[in-house]
């Protein structure tokens, strides 16, 4: 059973370009959440979607980010028009369901903007 | 906000040594769990206690929480250099705007020398 994926490991990306970060759950799995990891620091809830939903962003900029969480695919976050701020590494977990299930984490895409 | 909080922020040790890692947290809480991460890769979880636990172990792990006093403490035994890692104590709320997001601390640097 294949864990969390996440592609790329590593991207890297012009101030203003946008950034594609993509993440297959577990199989099973049909909860998705994405953290965002400054360095020295703990992981920051961005967005948790179910499939075709997402049911809170509430840790989401309101600007330039987005998520989704297609019928079929991977889920995406999108950032446009990144900035050096938007350096970090983004991880993306998965569950079985919601309260008091594991959260099982991908490798992290780790995104610099130069 | 980040409810969980490390405490050190940073332990060195020798192999074969115990080492204790404590997290303090702030509000009432579904469950805790505890996560390591090596340098540069992605969050492996570790052990799961809910809320009307005390203690739990699983190989060289021993958890324990305290609801009262609103703290855990992750316990490693007879350490070993592949245990250098952060460890990370997350949080699952009972009441919080973000209803499914996990709570991370800024983490504990454990260093274990040969």
């Known amino acids: 059973n294949a864990g969390v994926m996440q592609n790329p490991r590593h991207l890297v990306r012009r101030r203003g370009q946008e950034a594609r970060l993509r993440c297959s759950p577990m199989k099973g799995h049909s909860h998705v959440y994405w953290y965002r990891q400054l360095p020295e620091e703990g992981l920051k809830f961005m967005v948790y979607?179910?499939?075709?939903?997402?049911?809170?962003e509430s840790g989401m900029p309101k600007e330039r980010f987005s998520a989704e969480f297609p019928k079929e695919g991977p889920s995406i976050l999108r950032i446009q028009q990144v900035v050096r701020g938007d350096s970090a590494a983004y991880f993306c977990?998965?569950?079985?369901?919601?309260?008091?299930?594991?959260?099982?984490f991908g490798p992290g895409t780790r995104l610099t903007v130069t | 906000s980040q409810q969980g909080e490390e405490d050190p922020q940073a332990l060195s040790i020798q192999e074969g040594e115990n080492a204790t890692m404590n997290c303090s947290y702030k509000t009432s809480i579904n469950n805790l769990q505890w996560y390591r991460q090596n340098s540069g890769r992605g969050l492996v979880h570790l052990i799961l206690?809910?809320?009307?636990?005390r203690e739990k172990h699983s190989g060289r792990l021993r958890v324990t929480l305290d609801t009262s006093k609103k703290s855990s403490s992750l316990l490693i035994t007879a350490s070993r250099a592949a245990d250098t890692a952060s460890y990370f104590c997350a949080t699952d709320p009972t009441v919080s705007n973000s209803g499914y997001a996990l709570n991370f601390g800024k983490g504990t640097s454990l260093l274990v020398t040969p």
């Open positions: 979607l179910q499939k075709e939903n997402i049911i809170d």
């Open positions: 206690i809910r809320s009307n636990e």
């Open positions: 977990a998965s569950s079985l369901g919601t309260a008091s299930y594991e959260q099982y």
